[in-house]
């Protein structure tokens, strides 16, 4: 069905949008946030609690409010009257809850969805727009359809008014009725919960469909790509109309190389975005790789402590009016979904103050100290990618964990299964390239790490990794056993969990070749 272009009024927006931000004072929008956040809620079970009518600034607000995490909020404010939140951390009842379920490892959370954190979304989902015109003043992204490959967007009813779902599923029950028929899948399609099923129907339909912009974590989108590549022959691209590609959720750059490959026929571009179920936090404005450009006034106030502090009994409290580049941060929010002084979990590292423009390091749960070693994942990300490049490897998943000593005079190890592209087809060539994989990585984390190197010392404390190849799909079939393929489910790129990390290593020993 034939449908208007609505790039022309998207254009006039994203010109004042981008002039209004360019003339911003980000920290000054930091404190009319903080400001208008503690006026709302000053009323709530929270803001009584925290006397926020003595609130005045953000050296008030800290003194007040300590760091919480989900877990306290949790026990604190909303385990007892769950499914009804009215009026504890936030005005009024809370209509929806963003199951974050993130990686196959940790517990599902549940975090609250104000109507006031909906609307801040899609005005963040706008502003990728808007610096995508900024870079591409003659695209026509609105001329075609957006397909956003996320979960399932089925809902469950928890009272009435009230439900709970992945992201994605908010956001469609809740899209303006201007935005409908610029989307993709369709409501039908979009509420299939069997990922292999739905992939298969959503490439059926968007082989005929003009595709402008497509939107989704890159492990998935590749799986999309291929299938839509296989009912084409291998002919063409897979999306011949596309312009932007929008991407989050895990590190990009192991995935370069394959859309590169993808987009080189049409020359669309790439945008990343950082978005949390506890909000939308950051969007590129630049290039890949120049950092993420942070959303200051945009229903959020944002904290970030030094991660080495952060069990500290007093950690220092960042924020945009005195945080420094270079500094590995906890990323802490509060926001009008009723989350305050929030520790997330992800640590970031800013790469420019005017305007605060970032870099998405990890988790504060992605490290390695098995053995003492301290490895963080940004490390470990970088050592992986370092290896790939050299060795001229597309690789398109990885995970590691620890293998602890086995008997008297054992060493333990760290084991990386490594999902690649390309693997050579015989297993004496893969075992050969796992080697010099395994080698590459080995002495990029002892020249930047020195409790890693102090281990790895003459190989007494801690022996040389173990790199395991394996083909393109196998962590996909992984997850599918596990109940947890598509959508927002992410391979955990370090595990902890021995018995997480031996399933892994079970399903994949399992395999020939390996």
């Known amino acids: 069905m034939k449908f208007p272009d609505g790039t022309p009024l998207l254009r006039l927006y994203a010109e004042r949008r981008r002039r209004h931000l360019e003339q911003l004072d980000p920290a000054a929008a930091q404190e009319r946030e903080l400001r208008q956040l503690i006026a709302e809620a000053r009323q709530t079970r929270f803001g009584h609690d925290h006397h926020f009518e003595k609130i005045n600034n953000v050296i008030d607000y800290q003194k007040r409010v300590s760091l919480r995490r989900y877990e306290d909020f949790l026990a604190e404010y909303w385990r007892l009257p769950f499914p009804i939140l009215k009026d504890l951390t936030w005005p009024g009842r809370i209509p929806f809850f963003a199951l974050s379920s993130g990686t196959t490892t940790g517990a599902t959370k549940t975090i609250p969805v104000s109507r006031a954190m909906v609307r801040a979304n899609r005005r963040a989902a706008l502003d990728v727009l808007v610096w995508h015109l900024a870079s591409r003043p003659y695209g026509q992204p609105l001329a075609g359809k957006t397909l956003i490959l996320g979960g399932s967007t089925a809902l469950t009813r928890l009272a009435p008014g009230v439900y709970s779902g992945d992201l994605s599923g908010i956001a469609a029950k809740t899209i303006p009725f201007w935005a409908r028929p610029y989307t993709l899948p369709g409501s039908k399609l979009a509420l299939l919960a069997d990922w292999d099923e739905k992939l298969e129907r959503i490439a059926g339909t968007a082989i005929h469909e003009p595709i402008r912009v497509l939107s989704g974590t890159p492990s998935w989108l590749i799986l999309l790509f291929e299938r839509i590549l296989a009912l084409k022959g291998g002919k063409g691209p897979a999306f011949p109309e596309l312009e932007l590609l929008i991407h989050g959720g895990v590190a990009f750059a192991p995935y370069a190389d394959r859309f590169a490959d993808y987009l080189r026929a049409t020359g669309a571009e ?61 990323v802490v929010l509060s926001s009008n979904a009723g989350l305050w002084s929030d520790v997330i979990g992800d640590t970031v590292r800013f790469v420019d103050r005017h305007p605060p423009r970032l870099l998405v390091s990890g988790r504060l749960s992605y490290t390695m100290s098995a053995f003492g070693e301290h490895l963080i994942g940004e490390e470990i990300e970088q050592a992986v990618l370092e290896a790939a490049q050299k060795l001229e490897m597309q690789i398109t998943d990885f995970s590691m964990g620890a293998e602890f000593p086995s008997g008297p005079g054992a060493k333990g190890r760290h084991i990386y299964i490594i999902e690649c592209g390309r693997p050579p087809p015989t297993t004496e060539a893969r075992q050969a390239l796992a080697e010099r994989f395994a080698a590459h990585m080995d002495t990029t984390l002892m020249e930047r790490n020195a409790d890693y190197r102090e281990h790895r010392r003459n190989d007494i404390q801690l022996d040389v990794p173990r790199v395991i190849l394996v083909d393109p799909g196998t962590f996909a079939d992984w997850l599918r056993g596990r109940g947890r393929l598509g959508g927002q489910n992410k391979v955990p790129r370090v595990i902890n969990d021995q018995a997480l990390f031996a399933d892994l290593k079970g399903h994949v020993l399992a395999a020939p070749g390996n």
């Open 270 to 330: 790439t945008r990343e975005v950082y978005a949390a179920s506890e909000g939308f936090i950051a969007v590129a404005d630049r290039g890949p790789g120049e950092g993420l450009r942070l959303l200051p006034d945009n229903g959020i106030f944002f904290e970030f402590v030094p991660v080495e502090e952060l069990s500290s009994p007093r950690p220092t409290r960042h924020w945009l009016g005195n945080l420094e580049t270079g500094i590995p941060y906890a």
